[in-house]
């Protein structure tokens, strides 16, 4: 909204820094930041009020998580909250990429949100049909992707190669889905312990805030030989007001956390971060600055087929946080531990970006 009434009186004084992107990139942390330490306090208060007991907790989980019970869920709403009302103040409203991927942090969210609300109303862990929430989540991302696609394209990049190896067309649009939709629910799995997937969730966001920054500078992005989008550089504002979001939301769920994210906030978060890569076309390089994610994921999905087909189990526990648990690790280990592991793979995924 501010950039838009800058942009019709001409930019004139103090609005002339709003034509710079660095300025609303660092004003959207700033104003995502606020607005979730101030909403906070009482949001959460409202949560424990609706909520009673709070979100379930598995049984069959590791037996410290029981004295979590009481916890109330759904604190995604407020990091949502603080995110759109920051875009919404700083980001061209013109930019069909920003609301593309709002529209998956936002179909994501009710998604998620139905799935929390039907744990805490029934009191159990299940949620909503696993076949019913990917049914959404892939009808959501489909239509974000193909505006996308109709917008830029449907090109492919690899890491380390120089220029597009394919040019998928609209087939980009089933790839894309199957990205946001992965990513997605590979945060959701994620958040287990607290603050253990809103810290990567930062770092991760930070790492392309960088990327599509310089995807969308045609001079950058043809010094590093990496794809020009013009207006992807919008997109990082959405990565900083993530970032001030995730800050101020840490704030309150740090150990002993006093609201969860829920599958509200993780499945948003993780959609949009896929969002921002199929917008950047980068999405194998999200797949090592959010490795720890995908091994997350990957980690469920093995034990399962292998318990299936063997009876028995790989892991003590998956998702893979779990298992470190059941070794005897504490819960600040893990999650202090992943964050390193993390943050290197962010440093990791951006070197790619010269490696061409």
Known sequence: MLYLLAEYLGFPGIFNLLRYLSFRSGATVATALVIGLLIGPKFIGMLRVRQGKGQPIRSDGPQTHLAKVGTPTMGGLMILIAISTSMLLWMNLENIYVWACLLVMTGFGIVGFMDDYDKVKKRSHKGVSGKVRLLFEFAIAGVAVSLIVWQSGGMLYLPFVNGPVLDLGWWYVPFGAFVI?????????????????TMPVIIASIAFMLIVYMVGNAKYAAYLGIPFYLGAGDLAMLCGAIVGAGLAFLWFNAPPAAVFMGDTGSLALGGTLGAIAVVAHHEFVLAIIGGLFVVEALSVIIQVFWFKRTGKRIFRMAPIHHHFEQLGWSEPTVVIRFWIVAFVLALAGLSTLKLR
């Open 181 to 197: 939709v992965a990513f997605g629910n590979a945060v959701n799995l994620t958040d287990g312990l607290d603050g253990l997937a």
